[in-house]
């Protein structure tokens, strides 16, 4: 049984993601995908579009303004959201 569950939890492990912490100010598309959950490559690039087109977020909530993002999104990477000034 114990070496079951060991199985078990090998195969899952690979499939489980962890957020990490991620400024949405500096981040590239890669990264946000990399590091929200929830958010793949094609939501990433909105997020980029809608940084570029409009200036940086001023709060993590502004990231629900972005198309595709939706509460269930924000709610779940809410405590990972950095806000920082762009680089640029």
């Known amino acids: ?12 492990l690979p499939v489980c993601s962890f957020a990490g912490p991620v400024d ?3 981040a ?5 995908a990399q590091e929200l959950n929830g958010v793949g490559l094609s939501r990433a690039e909105a997020i980029v579009e809608y940084r ?4 940086d977020f001023k709060a ?3 990231l ?4 595709g ?20």
């Open 60 to 62: 993590p909530e502004d």
């Open 28 to 32: 590239d598309a890669m990264t946000l």
């Open 1 to 12: 049984m114990k070496k079951l569950l060991i199985a078990a939890l090998i195969t899952v």
């Open 52 to 55: 570029e087109a409009n200036g």
């Open 64 to 67: 629900l303004n972005v198309k």
């Open 24 to 26: 949405i100010n500096t």
């Open 69 to 88: 993002i939706g509460l269930q999104v924000y709610e779940v990477n809410r405590q990972n959201i950095l806000i920082s000034k762009s680089a640029t």
